[in-house]
């Protein structure tokens, strides 16, 4: 079992610039997470979609972040014309139901994204 | 809405001290359950431990934490503090409301054990 693979691990962009963050969750898991880490703000929920479904978007930025799920091997985040406030890092998780309040929540080691 | 707090940013232990790392949360509904995930550097954040049972001590690799619904409290506790533990540790909130899984997260709490 690989784990949770996301790619790539570094990215450096400039203001204005787009990114693209991928995650390929683990296989045979339902859900697919998105949480963004900050010193300043610890971990904040993003996305997440169930079994390809979005199901709650509440934590996405609404004008430049963009999510996808569209097969059940892989997740795309989206970030248009980003701003230096937008450097974090992203972290991808998955889990085997996504549903309930108690499922375990697999973690990958994250994007980490520098606009400059 | 629900909301973690973890009132310590950092903490600094000499070895072999009693570690204890404080979480509250608040949530308008009672089957919370809440867990603790630790991230060391350069890994991915992991589940350390986690429960829903009231008033029942959970244990994980040295560390327990015992639910307690009537101060609305998870607070992560180590007899003993390792050189190993120097981690980040997140408490989380699993979503309560049956339409869907997401944790919501306490700031963090940076732990450093030194020699």
């Known amino acids: 079992n690989a784990g949770v693979i996301q790619t790539p691990r570094h990215k450096v962009t400039g203001k204005g610039q787009e990114a693209t963050l991928w995650c390929e969750p683990i296989?045979?898991?339902?859900?697919v997470f998105w949480y963004r880490q900050t010193i300043v703000q610890g971990l904040e929920f993003l996305t997440y979609f169930r079994n390809q479904a979005p199901i709650d978007d509440s934590g996405m930025p609404k004008e430049r972040f963009s999510a996808q799920m569209p097969n059940q091997s892989h997740s795309t985040l989206k970030i248009q014309s980003t701003q230096p406030q937008d450097s974090a890092v992203y972290l991808c998780?998955?889990?085997?139901?996504?549903?309930?309040?108690?499922?375990?929540?697999?973690f990958g080691p994250g994007t980490r994204l520098l606009v400059l | 809405g629900d909301s973690v707090t973890q009132k310590e940013g950092l903490v600094t232990l000499t070895e072999g001290l009693p570690v204890m790392l404080n979480c509250t949360y608040q949530t308008i509904y009672s089957n919370a359950f809440l867990f603790w995930y630790v991230h060391y550097l350069n890994e991915s954040p992991r589940l350390l431990l986690k429960?829903?049972?009231?008033?029942k001590r959970t244990e994980h690799q040295g560390f327990h934490a015992t639910l307690h619904k009537s101060s609305s409290s998870f607070h992560l506790q180590k007899s003993s503090a390792q050189l190993s533990d120097s981690a980040l540790y997140y408490c989380a909130l699993g979503q309560n409301n049956n339409a869907g899984a997401k944790l919501t997260f306490g700031g963090g709490t940076r732990l450093t054990v030194r020699p």
């Open positions: 296989s045979g898991h339902s859900a």
């Open positions: 998780a998955s889990s085997l139901e996504g549903w309930g309040n108690q499922d375990t929540q697999y």
């Open positions: 429960s829903s049972t009231d008033n």
